[in-house]
């Protein structure tokens, strides 16, 4: 799509997601250097990494400038929310990832229902409080099981269901009276509880351009089956069979163009991921939530699907001449299990060793999410989200037999991760 000289990248985060990218932007002809801030202990094995606060734009700026990068990618919704990606356009540098006013539709989930409602995009019936009266009154006439979530930023933990008015008063008060979620927490939104099964679409928005890259499906409970707590993701894989092609040309008529065309009115220059969060109702699709990034860890499934080199996608978007009809998938399935701390998402350790096989077969690799290295070299867990393996195959059950063969090669006493991702679209393969 491009015949833009070389590039020279920063890319922003520290995630899997973003180890992702870096790999990415690596392999990509596009690129002539690639670094990344703060990154992790796999990243620091392959580019250079810079310690940053990268919620500082000023302090982005400077570095940026410093050492010369003409291309920055920001991973995680936390920067955006700062007005990166403004400083940095207004310096001359190309942005991967939405200003300020766009990154609002991920901060804010009062700003995104009122999006939603204005450009009638389909999505659970709602109301919104900033006072704690009101929204205990609201409670009382409310159809349960119900949805209270705080409107602000909260790690993907800020969204209870609940089953009565008991639980619900107690997640209203949580939030609003305890101050459970911060700041977060001090507006709420409530909302209808919808059923069905639930995909993320990564559509890549450059003003009135968009792509979407094959429907996925992340697995969000620690347990298997879909059971337990909420983490940040245990795995996914893309493409999802329930989305045929008419329920993909349902999500453009319904979703995807309102969003373009709401996002023009509302005059956002929106340059990076919308992920739409969908659930698949009997009434049809309805949005639970926008995104202004990539999924973690949809992402890591979604690149190795590219067959059009997405370093290339994403310069294109950057500047502002994505060419939808170019850009071509890959056959066959990509799926990834997560390797986690033992514990997570409660308490867990770090710093135990890790031992990752030395060598993978052909279409698995492995990203790092939380690792750092000790100063012999040493690979070592640092979060809870500590490693993920991806792999492609010419459907998905190829390609979860090869992702946990290597998964059970990895030596690490502490790791734990679910051995069932996929498993609603594996049940359907047969
Ligand atoms: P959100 O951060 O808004 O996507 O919510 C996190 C998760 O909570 C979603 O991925 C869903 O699994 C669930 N969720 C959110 N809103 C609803 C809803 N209205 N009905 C059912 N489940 C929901
Ligand atoms: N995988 C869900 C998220 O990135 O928010």
Known sequence: MTQASSRKVLVLGSGGREHALVNACLTSPLVDRVAAAPGNGGMEMVVDCFALDIENPQ???????????????????????????????????????????????????????????????????????QALEPALAYLKACKYPTVVKASGLAAGKGVIICEDAQQAEAAVRDMMEHGKFGESGNEIVIEEFLEGEELSLMVLISGDQFVCLPPS?????????????????????????????????????????????????????????????????????????????????ECQVLLPLCETDPVDLMLAVSEGRLKPETVRIRPGAAIIVVIAAQG?????????????????????????????RSPTGQLLSNGGRVLGVVAHGDNLRAAATKAYAVCNQIEWPGATFRRDIGWRQLAREG
């Open 59 to 129: 302090a982005v700026l400077e570095l940026v400038q410093t050492e010369g990068f003409d291309w920055v990618i920001i991973g995680p919704e936390a920067p955006m929310t700062t007005g990166l990606a403004d400083v940095l356009r207004d310096a001359g540098i190309a942005v991967y990832g939405p200003g300020k006013k766009g990154a609002e539709l991920e901060a804010s989930k009062a700003v995104c229902k009122q999006f939603l409602a204005d450009y009638q995009i389909p999505t659970a019936d709602y109301a919104h409080f």
């Open 217 to 297: 499906q992340d697995h969000k409970r620690i347990g298997e089956g879909d059971t337990g707590p909420n983490t940040g993701g245990m795995g996914a894989y893309a493409p999802l069979d329930l989305v045929d092609e008419s329920l993909m040309q349902t999500i453009e008529e319904t979703v995807i163009k309102p969003t373009i065309k709401g996002l023009a009115a509302e005059s956002i220059d929106f340059r990076g991921t919308l992920f739409i969060g969908l659930m698949l109702t009997k009434e049809g699709p309805k949005v639970l939530e926008f995104n202004v990034r990539f999924g973690d860890p």
């Open 344 to 372: 997570y998402p409660g308490s867990y350790n770090k710093g135990e060793n890790i031992g990752l096989p030395v060598s993978l077969p052909e279409g698995v690799h492995i990203v790092h999410a939380g690792t750092r």
